[in-house]
């Protein structure tokens, strides 16, 4: 009896060490697909982590999706093995029109690819000026894009790291209709926090807002130095 148990105890931790061994031998995704989401080939700024593509692989027993997370400047990368993918935008998520429409992708190694998003507005590149080193004064033009959409609110972020939106800043000034109206310059003026103040510099960002629309659109973060 005790020879029986001690054979079984033996097969058992074999049985580990193998699948252990083969877990160890899995082979890891070897090819890398970057790309960017942009509107007329130039890229979209977005909040950080908080837009989603999906990239879905047929010809598997199991057929999941695979999340991919956009960051701020709009770029993404995923490690993936050789195939043939279909990447899709998740509706509702992200500052464009929903669009039905996946983007099929034969991987073969490394690949970049470009997103063409429809957006409800844009922004020109906003320019920043530090004033006393308590005002930011911001110039941009909002451009609208979707002329069924409507514009919220605009909003100017600001914080002492490259990660800032509407969820992560350390101060905003925040702009309604009539201060800051689709295809006319704007220039509006937002108070430095005391904390923030007798610093060098400030990473500052725009973000737009269209109504019903949960992620807004920004522009891309701007390290502005203080003299």
Partial sequence: MKLNIIQSCLLLV??????????????????????RIVYEGEPLGVRNQGVQLELWQHGYDLFQKIPVYVSQDGTFS???????????????????????????????????INVEVDPYFTLNEPSYEIVNDTIVRASFTVNQINAASTLEFTDVYMGRTSLTDIVRNEGLGRFFDGQVTPGTPATVDVTVPNHLRGRSDLFVRVGVKTLGVEELLYSQVDNVSIN
Wanted: aromatic share 10%; charged share 25%.
């Fill in 14 to 35: 074999l049985g580990f060490m193998v699948a252990s061994c083969e877990y160890d031998n899995f082979e890891e995704p070897k090819s890398t697909l970057t790309g």
């Fill in 78 to 112: 995923a490690k993936l093995f050789d195939g043939d993918y279909k990447l899709t935008l998740i509706r509702g998520n992200g500052p464009w029109m929903d669009q039905t429409d996946s983007l099929d992708i034969a991987l073969n190694g490394s690949q970049e």
